[in-house]
Nanobody
Framework: QVQLVESGGGNVQAGGSLRLSCAASGSTNLITATGWYRQAPGKQRELVAAINRSGTTSYADSVRGRSTISRDNGKKLVYLQMNSLKPEDTAVYYC??????????????????WGQGTQVTVSS
């Protein structure tokens, strides 16, 4: 079992930055991949970024070049640094983790563990 808690969301003006954190507990040594997803009102949940155990990362086209996913294994934290934020980045951001191996770390259906989400609101 893995528990995830997100933090770092908030209100920010367009062009600003935020760093989201995902704190993991439980069987964290078994985690094979961690992803950040977001869901805006009326829209489907979508990938923002993901990172596997080897450190390979993947980003959605909409955030590539503006966002960086990273982790601190010692602190059991995964970060999402978001820069040059746009109003369309407004959403609830979720952290997800999986303990079984799978190749496509962008596939949200493969993640069994999810946090409660943190709201990010970007105003123009």
């Amino acid at each position: 079992q893995v528990q995830l808690v997100e933090s770092g969301g908030g209100n920010v003006q367009a062009g600003g930055s935020l760093r989201l954190s995902c704190a993991a507990s439980g069987s964290t040594n078994l985690i094979t991949a961690t992803g950040w997803y977001r869901q805006a009102p009326g829209k489907q949940r979508e990938l923002v970024a993901a990172i596997n155990r080897s450190g390979t990362t993947s980003y959605a086209d909409s955030v590539r070049g503006r966002s960086t996913i990273s982790r601190d294994n010692g602190k059991k934290l995964v970060y999402l640094q978001m820069n040059s934020l746009k109003p369309e980045d407004t959403a609830v951001y979720y952290c997800a983790a999986e303990v079984k191996f799978f190749r496509d770390i962008t596939n949200l259906n493969k993640y069994d563990y999810w946090g409660q989400g943190t709201q990010v609101t970007v105003s123009s």
